[in-house]
């Protein structure tokens, strides 16, 4: 087959064929990128794209084209899920894996997938045709069971939807044509919402109702910096990724900062399973969004933004990519903003690959800066020196639409919503056991048993809330209030009945905090493994009243030494569960006949850890085996 011919599933048989890649054209790939070793990750994602496979001739030839060695190459393309050192199908089908998908019939999906494409789940077909595996949340749990089929999302499968779209795949049709036959007379809008419904079951009064354009960058632009940040100060505006640390203060720190640069980073890599409200922001207020970056620009000096767009949202990049130009057509990016002098500031869209991590501010940074997404040690501070060095200011997308509503409407509207410590409104992301899953716009300060009565979820038995690295709570505490004082969330709230088993929800959860951990580090590298089998031995029935001890030990362990938020947090599932549902526990633990409590085989489980973080730690393993 000749270079450029079709291939069976209309891609070019360049993708065929991963061992023939031409220097030129790796070469051609690195320069549209300016040969800038910074732009690692959109070379690669490149390199993926175009050949399913990044191969040792390729990664050398990228490296000799950045100035890098072959070794730092490497490093990025074996960290990102996305990425493969090995072939991949020219259409990879990657099936959502989360607990709510789980439960909403994953396992009937993933077994018509197998009939019809003939290979297991994990697998690649003999010709390379397709690839099949599961992947964590892809951010669509309130459509589940969800897929990514190369850069298609599909929601609501079922076995029979399963069967049909593999027949229809294997008979040669391109992966858009599952959306729609008339898919490239669509528009970018058209396109991101023909694939994934955005559920916005109630629209509140900052983000999700009516909202004037640009009135907000409208009023920045005649304001002085100073006084910017103070009204994002005077509004109260916490971070709404979870942390919730003051905005305002974040943008006064990097603002005082003596710097010759300054970035503004948009994150967007909600990979909290369970979260999905920026998603839909993304979707349907993408100009708000940009329109917030640009005034935290403004307030703090900045020229230069980045939004991370997580790798799972690229369905959206056509969408964010065309506002970007629109803006910049329109004079709202690129030189002189509004007609003022030295108001300079662009941004532009990085394309994220497949890593939880990289939704910790420090790990973002690390992958903007064509690095693997690994946290930096702080202090220093982001605000002080972030990316490339310089002060960066990293607000997620709904942070940032708020801002801008604060400059348009002022302070004092936002202050007055919600509660004392929590102003403003919040976006939660409902889904799970409950009859209507979505987005709900609320002022803080509502119980979580008036959220449950909005989304038809009374009969819960247990809510998740704030994603896996939040806090389960059981009936006797919904009436807790959603504030950052009581029940503090990014927004995810996971609603089970019943009929769950608590053990497998937490099982998972530290499955997934297992395979997502970067690796750096030993206590969640090694001590998240560790707490995985525990809970392990409580689901066969084999724990003894000490492991109740042991799983709190470790735990507090674990959160104590741990470099990064993952660490920090990844207990939680454990530790939430023994406080609120203690007779889980108890029920299937049992004290041992001879008193000698059982132990782990910990070379066994460091072994396994080495293989999921894909490094090495020769002074661990010295320090913790004597």
Not at 581 to 596: Q, R
Request: net charge negative.
């Amino acid at each position: 087959m000749d270079n450029g011919q079709e291939c069976s599933n209309g891609l070019s048989s360049t993708a065929c064929d991963v061992g023939a890649v031409p220097a030129e054209e790796i070469a051609a790939i690195c320069q549209t990128f300016g040969n800038d070793k910074h732009r690692m990750l959109d070379i690669l994602r490149a390199v993926q794209d175009r050949y399913h496979c990044i191969s040792p001739s390729t990664m050398d030839r990228v490296a000799a084209e950045t100035g890098l060695t072959r070794i730092q190459v490497e490093g990025v393309a074996s960290f990102y899920s996305f990425l493969s050192l090995t072939p991949k199908g020219r259409v990879t089908i990657r099936l959502c894996d989360d607990i709510v998908d789980r439960y909403a019939g994953l396992a009937e999906v993933a077994a018509a997938f197998e009939e019809v494409l003939d290979i297991r789940m994990g697998e690649t077909s003999a010709d390379r045709a397709f690839s099949l595996e599961y992947t964590p949340c892809i951010g669509m749990c309130d459509q589940a069971p969800a897929a990514m089929i190369n850069d298609v999302v599909l929601t609501r499968l079922t076995a029979d939807t399963a069967r049909a779209l593999a027949e229809v795949l294997k008979a040669g049709r391109t992966p858009d044509h599952l959306i729609s036959e008339r898919f490239a007379e669509l528009t970018p809008h058209e396109r991101a919402t023909r694939m994934v419904d955005n559920n916005i079951r109630h629209a509140g009064e900052v983000l999700l109702g009516p909202v004037p354009e640009d009135a907000g960058l409208d009023k920045a632009a005649a304001m002085m910096p100073s006084l910017i940040i103070a009204a994002i100060e005077e509004s109260g505006l916490r971070g709404c990724g979870g942390a919730g640390f003051t905005t305002g203060h974040k943008w006064r720190f990097a603002a005082a900062e003596r710097a010759e640069k300054r970035f503004i980073l948009c994150n967007a890599d909600e990979g909290e399973p369970g979260t999905f409200k920026d998603r839909v922001l993304l979707t349907e207020r993408p100009h708000l969004l940009i329109e917030g970056m640009t005034i935290a620009a403004r307030a703090v000096g900045a020229n230069e933004g980045i939004l991370y767009l997580r790798g799972e949202y690229v369905y959206l990049r056509e969408l964010l990519e065309q506002v970007l130009e629109d803006r910049r057509r329109r004079g709202l990016l690129g030189k002189s903003i509004h007609g003022i002098r030295n108001f300079d500031f662009d941004v532009r869209l990085q394309l994220g690959a497949g890593a939880y991590i990289c939704g910790e501010e420090g790990a973002l940074i690390s992958s903007c800066e064509g690095l693997p997404g690994e946290p930096k040690t702080r202090p220093p501070f982001p605000v002080n020196r972030g990316y490339l060095g310089h002060p960066t200011v990293v607000n997620n997308v709904e942070t940032f639409c708020q801002a801008a509503r604060i400059l348009d409407r002022g302070a004092d509207w936002f202050h007055a919503m919600g509660t004392e410590g929590s102003h403003g409104t919040k976006l939660f992301s409902i889904c799970g056991d409950c009859l209507n899953p979505g987005i709900y716009e609320l002022p803080y300060g509502h119980t979580l048993r008036e959220v449950l009565e909005m989304a038809g979820g009374q009969d819960a038995a247990a809510v998740q809330v704030g994603g896996p690295s939040g806090t389960m709570i059981a009936r006797d505490s919904f009436h807790r209030k959603l504030t950052f004082d009581d029940l503090a969330t990014g927004g995810a709230i996971i609603v089970f009945n019943g009929e769950r088993n608590i053990l497998e929800i937490v099982e998972y959860y530290m499955s997934f905090f297992v395979h997502e951990s970067c690796g750096y580090c030993t206590p969640c590298r090694v001590g998240n493994v560790f707490l995985q089998k525990a809970i392990g031995k409580f689901r066969k029935g084999l724990a003894n009243p000490e492991d109740i001890d042991y799983l709190k030990e470790l735990s507090g362990t674990i959160i104590e030494t741990s470099r990064c938020g993952l660490g920090m947090t990844s207990p939680n599932p454990i530790l939430s569960t023994l406080q609120n549902f203690p007779l889980v526990y108890s029920a299937v633990t049992k004290p041992n006949k001879d008193g000698i409590r059982d132990t782990f085989d910990i070379q066994s489980a460091i072994d396994g850890a080495r293989k999921i973080a894909k490094r090495r730690s020769y002074i661990f393993d010295r320090d913790f085996t004597q």
